[in-house]
């Protein structure tokens, strides 16, 4: 099946084509709805694309900053902003950025991959090799939400390339092995969970390269010279990973991922069940012709990549499920492999097919099925219910019922917060939750939300949120993962509907707001302070489930905090709360901060003045009283500490003021309990 080879220019025209077009329809059908991840990362997007051109060098420099110190850094976010300068709507110019600069090379060097480990260079066979990654439901489904993970499958194909390409056993090459240590560092660089594929691929890829290029007997002299090469490509790796991401790597050495992710955890067969509805059932078929074809096959090259692809499928899939459950994200790679493995396969299949007329229909067959999943799993909300089975899970264009009432609720929240009032959403499934809200008012709520713990043990309680005005809650509650690792949400969430425990300091004000899914959603109004009682309960609730955080909660203050109705003073006042349950304070210009409050467990109160960059600071007032005529002053000295005994205010409602001394300059004042 041989045909005339067309101008290389023009089927890249024609991939890229297809890449924008496809693009442009999934995004002129969705709803201003996004959240978490889906709109994280637009927004990293639109920031940059806004500061670059009025301060380039500031905007390299937070780059930068974030390379080194964040989880998720927004290097592959920066690298598309050129995108904004075709002046097209925000939305559409960042997702059709990604599928032109990371999914159409993506498909170009798979392609490329084929070409190099196959000596049939027939125009079907080549272009089979195009349709298949460009049709392919699982690169598109999480390029087309948002997510730039994409981008890291770039650097390990181009590492298969070029390692394939060089005999790296024949002599150590300094050069070729600081290349492939810095294509395997990019993956890392790109997105920090694809560390499990690059260690699969250190241990791979010098496999790989020695049975390509030895075809006499077996030399352990290669073997070392290769082990040599690939040693000097790790070690650059490290130095890369070090000089550019130092503070990450000691996060990640220091954090126990697994314990944080726990709740993204799920059984190795529940893993595996993500994996196949991501990539579809249908594809393993050829998968497993594939892998079979290794004990016929002739084509040693062929052999020696399904080889290398089913093992890098199994061990970093092994690897990464230790710490969590896979995301459409991080199946990337996964289904990389699979589907290397299943379009030799389909080769195989091509190549028993010895009558042209059953190749050209093999051909048009598997270019229809291509595009018809490829419609059917990113644009079809039909129900096919004898194959749905087999086919990717639905990633549809972000929509939701009843948008209206969205656009009701979000006007309703903007009209209660137009002061310094905030709303908490207790909700964090795909029908409702915080972020989705402030995109539907267009950031308009931003500084309005405080928003909520989602997930118990990556997140703790973020206690500043349960002291909003408002609150929104959904009925059924809703949550994300299981309910049992998301008890953030659902504890307090069921004392608002049932109007116990805390809940008994709310009312409910407005209508019932009908969302999707058969979801309703009240607006709450917190209408006085919890009571000592109340947040007792509270707390031993969590208790209950994770013993442990009695000794972070019932410490600090915590509770007193939460107790507290504040009143901050003008314009520089300030009462919020640390993660160590120390209390950050701020008096006004003109007016004190004021908190009524409980002193649960605290005796003695340590203040420290700890802003010490203003000339003319001098220092803070702090009074507390109650209503039994009791009160206690202490003046706390610009730079220095002071310790009040609190103890006759201890488990009464008493009032703390901070007042500036003469003026309010550097007055930031750290309260702890001791």
Not at 133 to 160: C, E, H, Q, R
Not at 293 to 311: E, G, W
Not at 414 to 433: A, R, W
Not at 652 to 674: F, G, M, P, Q, V
């Amino acid at each position: 099946m041989r045909y005339n080879k067309p101008p290389s220019i023009i089927l890249l025209f024609m991939i890229l084509l297809v890449v924008v077009i496809q693009t442009s329809i999934f995004i002129a059908h969705e709803q201003n709805i996004y959240y978490w991840d889906f709109n994280g990362y637009w927004r990293m997007w639109e920031e940059f694309c806004a500061t670059f051109p009025n301060e380039p060098i500031n905007s390299i420099r937070t780059v930068f900053h974030s390379i080194r110190h964040d989880d998720y850094n927004s290097l592959p976010v920066a690298i598309t902003s050129w995108f904004y300068l075709f002046n097209l709507p925000s939305r559409l110019s960042y997702i059709t950025s990604l599928a032109v600069m990371y999914l159409f090379p993506t498909v170009i060097l798979f392609h490329l991959l084929c070409k190099r480990f196959s000596d049939n260079h027939s125009f079907g066979w080549l272009l089979l090799s195009c349709i298949l990654p460009l049709t392919f439901v699982a690169f598109w489904a999480p390029t087309l939400k948002g997510y730039p993970d994409i981008s890291g499958l770039i650097p390990i194909i181009a590492a298969l390339l070029y390692v394939s390409s060089s005999d790296f056993g024949d002599k150590v090459k300094i050069k070729k092995a600081l290349v492939t240590g810095l294509l395997l560092w990019s993956p890392f660089l790109l997105r920090r969970w694809y560390a499990y594929t690059v260690v699969s691929l250190y241990i791979s890829l010098p496999v790989l390269n020695y049975f390509l290029y030895n075809n006499a007997k077996h030399s352990f002299g290669r073997v070392a010279i290769i082990i040599k090469n690939f040693f000097v490509a790790g070690i650059f790796s490290v130095l890369l990973t070090l000089i550019f991401q130092g503070a990450l790597i000691k996060r990640v050495i220091t954090t126990d991922y697994a314990t944080i992710y726990s709740a993204y955890q799920s059984s190795l067969s529940h893993s595996i069940e993500n994996l196949y509805n991501d990539i579809g059932l249908y594809l393993f078929p050829f998968v497993i012709i594939g892998l079979l074809s290794i004990f016929r096959r002739k084509d040693r090259n062929d052999k020696i990549l399904i080889i290398f692809s089913a093992f890098n499928l199994v061990f970093s899939f092994f690897l990464f499920t230790r710490t969590q459950s896979p995301g459409v994200q991080h199946c990337l790679p996964f289904a990389l492999w699979a589907l290397i493995i299943a379009t030799l396969g389909l080769k195989t299949l091509l190549h028993l097919a010895t009558s042209k007329t059953y190749q050209y229909s093999m051909l048009i067959a598997v270019t229809g099925l291509c595009f018809f999943i490829n419609y059917t799993s990113l644009f079809s909300a039909k129900q096919y219910t004898t194959i749905d089975k087999l086919l990717p899970i639905k990633s549809l264009p972000m929509h939701v019922d009843n948008f209206n009432n969205y656009v009701t609720l979000v006007k309703n929240i903007e009209s209660l917060t137009q002061g310094n009032e905030k709303v908490t959403i207790l909700s964090s499934s795909s029908v409702l939750n915080d972020d989705m809200i402030n995109t539907i008012s267009y950031r308009k709520l931003t500084g309005k939300i405080a928003y909520a713990s989602q997930v118990d043990l990556r997140d703790g309680i973020n206690i500043e949120s349960l002291l909003s005005k408002y609150f929104v809650v959904a009925d059924p509650i809703q949550t994300h993962l299981t309910p049992d690792g998301q008890r953030v949400i659902t504890i307090p969430a069921n004392e608002i509907l049932s109007g116990d425990g805390i809940g008994a300091a709310f009312r409910r004000i407005g209508p019932a707001y009908k969302l999707s899914d058969g979801v309703t959603a009240y607006i709450y109004e917190r209408t006085r302070s919890y009571t000592d009682k109340e947040i007792k309960n509270f707390f031993s609730l969590f208790y209950k489930h994770y013993p442990q955080w009695e000794q972070v909660y019932g410490k600090g203050l915590y509770y007193p905090f939460l107790s507290a109705s504040v009143v901050v003073g003008d314009t520089w006042g300030k009462f919020t709360i640390s993660d160590n349950g120390e209390i950050d304070a701020h008096p006004g210009d003109n007016t004190p901060t004021t908190a009524k409050w409980i002193l649960t467990g605290v005796n003695t109160l340590v203040f420290d003045s700890y802003n010490t960059t203003c000339s003319n600071a001098d220092g803070v007032d702090i009074k507390i009283s109650n209503d039994e005529g009791k009160s206690s002053n202490v003046y706390i000295k610009n730079g220095s500490s002071g310790i009040m005994d609190v103890e006759e205010f201890s488990g009464k409602e008493s009032t703390i003021e901070i007042l500036k001394h003469e003026n309010s300059a550097c007055d930031s004042i750290k309260i702890t309990a001791k």
